[in-house]
Every structure is written in C-alpha cells, then in structure tokens.
Nanobody
Framework: VQLQASGGGMVQPGGSLRLSCAAS????????IGWYRQPPGLERDLVAT???????NYDPAVKGRFTIFRDNAENTVSLQMNSLKPEDTGTYYC????????WGQGTQVTVSS
C-alpha cells in the first residue's frame, strides 16, 4: 500500500488547514484511514480515523474543530482542521489499516503567531 499525503504548513492560531491522503495498492475493500500526529518530543497519537463503513474516531482534543471525511471509491481521506491551536503543532502521518498498519510520510503542521 502506498500513501500519498498533501497539505500542512504554517498557520496562525485560529486558522485552518486541510490535509489529504490517497491510498493505493490495497486488495481489501474494508479499511480504516486517517491521521496520527507526533508533537515535538512526544509519541505519535491518534487524531482522527474513518472506516469504510463511516465509523469515525476523533481525539477528544480535536472534536468539534477537525472534520474527517473520505471517498470510498478513491480511497482518499481529508482532514479539515479549523480553529487551530499551538498544541496542534506536530508531524502528521497518514494512517491506513486493512490487514496491517501502513504509514505515509509525515507532513508538518505548525500553529504559531
């Protein structure tokens, strides 16, 4: 499985960014796709994931500010991030699970004034 991520960048607090990721090469229709992030010096943790059946998991810290959605036909996922805070800063990794975990290359999100 290959994961092609795009988006990220630097934004001021209160701003918005969108991340997108396209998965290709999986032989399994049922899967979970989404995003994890790793703040500087900390572990990688869940941001949001969405399954093929539409089930969504959010980090409680982002619920109400971030929205995840997917296109099942294209196996793509997007994460709309609004009301960004400095603590949202980190490296964001696209995540894909069919019969095993797959990780994309990280993309940097920096929220700073």
């Amino acid at each position: 499985v290959q994961l092609q991520a795009s988006g990220g960048g630097m934004v001021q607090p209160g701003g918005s960014l969108r991340l997108s990721c396209a998965a290709s090469g999986s032989r399994h229709y049922r899967n979970i796709i989404g995003w994890y992030r790793q703040p500087p010096g900390l572990e990688r943790d869940l941001v949001a994931t969405i399954a093929t059946d539409g089930h969504i998991n959010y980090d409680p810290a982002v619920k109400g500010r971030f929205t995840i959605f997917r296109d099942n036909a294209e196996n793509t996922v997007s994460l709309q991030m609004n009301s960004l805070k400095p603590e949202d800063t980190g490296t964001y990794y696209c995540y894909f699970f069919d019969v095993r975990r797959w990780w994309g290359q990280g993309t940097q999100v920096t929220v700073s004034s």
